[in-house]
């Protein structure tokens, strides 16, 4: 970290940044753009020289402590050429030998650190094609500097439409959870509310801190446990699920679309411990750290919109996480993949309706006051690493985009710096939903793990079908 005259910073730096870019933590976001035609790498300098630049200030600006030992954003002169990489694979080759070298290469680019002396991005143009794709583009930016929500916009004001430049990329609207269960107004059911409400939030404050300070997970198929996993390469592994069909489940059950993936992940992620587990049915204490965005508006907004001073929307860091305990299976002659589904709904439907995240980041917010942020920053590193996975999730657009020219197939993405043995993620794209296990190299069966997620979809697919049935 570079020290820094006062005058000279251009702003600080918040205090969530800090604790992403920080001795205990450093997080990057690797966001994966696959084309479907080759990729012309002439056209990549102008585009992020005058497009991508100028979405925000921190996409030219790096760390650096002034003379009170406080964090700044310092504004700097980028040389686009130096974050620009376009790797060299062995020529004419099958998809398939293509595979596996992207793969290392992504892998190998997860455990690197972005360079603190300069500003922390990067874009990796792969022109070798794959199965998936004609040519792959990386963007690996710092967590530091926006999260999900924030990489989306800024990734979203670089494309356009595929079929009609001219016109908006249309993202699904964010419909708030409205309880029909009647009137609320009579004091007989708003008492028992806030008292429930009051309690939930103490209740899940006080776990909150104990499994991020004393109670640890088990050792599982799915945690190592081990120190330093930040720093060991991961192993990207994706699938894709019809968004049609988690549309039916969801209508069927009344859940959320999210309630829907989220069931089939942790439902696959018992599956797989049990299998790993040599059929034995596996009762480990497991905990899932759900990311929640906090802002209080959760469409997206324009880049202009986000970097208001008062945004609904403000760029930046703003989510907490939810710990949510994965439903134990019973036998698997009575496995109910529906009833695993409502159990996780209600689970992460009680978190959520609790108070617990914010008075969480109040505590993480005075021990930065009161210890410095490095101690902060150690805190949300133990919360992670006494947990056994993380989930995170993303909306995309409804239609096909483009990057210059270049139409998109696919697209997904992984959080890299991760203190755990797997972290998953989701993004939906057009009719897809692309999710994406970060799994810890030699430890967690990729591959496995994906075909046990895929069977519990199935399952709960199967399940569904035969209560329509049932229904008719």
Request: charged share 20%; glycine share 4%; proline share 6%.
């Amino acid at each position: 970290m570079v020290l820094e005259k006062e005058e000279d910073a251009l702003e600080p730096v918040s205090p969530s940044a800090q604790y992403l870019n920080s001795s205990a933590l450093n997080l990057s976001v690797l966001g994966v753009l696959e084309t479907e035609v080759p990729i012309d790498a002439s056209k990549t300098i102008p585009l992020v020289r005058d497009i991508f630049l100028p979405i925000n200030p921190r996409f030219s600006s790096i760390m650096v402590i002034d003379e009170n030992g406080e964090k700044r954003w310092k504004k700097v002169e980028v040389e686009v050429k130096d974050h620009v990489y376009i790797p060299i694979f062995p020529e004419e080759m099958s998809p398939q030998f293509y595979d596996e070298y992207f793969q290392e290469y992504i892998s190998k680019l997860s455990m690197l650190q972005l360079p603190q002396s300069q500003p922390l991005w990067e874009i990796h143009l792969i022109k070798y094609p794959t199965s998936n794709a004609a040519g792959t583009i990386i963007f690996k930016i710092h967590h530091a500097i926006g999260d999900g929500y924030s990489l989306m916009g800024a990734l979203l004001s670089c494309l356009q439409r595929a079929d009609n430049p001219s016109l908006p990329l249309t993202l699904p609207s964010v419909h708030p959870c409205v309880d029909t269960s009647g009137d609320h107004r009579t004091i007989f059911k708003t008492v028992p509310k806030i008292f429930s409400l009051l309690f939930n939030t103490v209740s899940d404050f006080l776990g909150s801190l104990m499994k991020s300070s004393l109670v640890e997970d088990d050792l599982s198929p799915i945690r190592s446990g081990d120190i330093g996993i930040e720093f060991r390469p991961i192993a990207p592994t994706t699938m894709t699920f019809s968004l049609g069909q988690i549309k039916q489940i969801k209508a069927t059950l009344g859940v959320t679309i999210n309630d829907v993936i989220t069931g089939a992940i942790l439902l696959g992620t018992r599956l797989y411990m049990q299998e790993m587990s040599k059929g034995s049915s596996d009762h480990s204490n497991c905990t899932a750290l759900v990311v929640l965005n906090t802002r209080m508006f959760r469409s997206y907004q324009s880049i202009k919109e986000m970097v208001k001073p008062k945004a609904e929307s403000p760029w930046g860091n703003h989510f907490a996480f939810l710990h949510v305990q994965l439903p134990e299976l019973v036998a698997s002659t009575e496995l109910n993949p529906i009833e695993f589904i409502r159990k996780a709904q209600q689970i992460i439907k009680r978190k959520r309706s609790s108070l617990a995240v914010y008075l969480t980041a109040a505590f993480i917010e005075i021990v930065k006051k009161l210890k410095g942020h490095e101690v902060a920053a150690q805190y949300i590193h133990k919360t992670m690493v006494n947990a056994s996975m993380t989930v995170t999730n993303m909306i995309g657009p409804v239609e096909k985009m483009s990057l210059a020219n270049h139409p998109i197939k696919g697209m997904y993405f992984a959080v890299a710096g991760n203190p755990q043995s797997l972290n998953i993620t989701i993004v939906s794209y057009v009719d897809k939903l692309r999710v994406t296990l970060g799994a810890e190299k030699g430890f967690i069966d990729a591959q496995k793990l994906k075909s046990c997620i895929e069977e519990a979809f199935q399952m709960i697919l199967r399940s569904v079908a035969c209560e329509i049935q049932q229904k008719n």
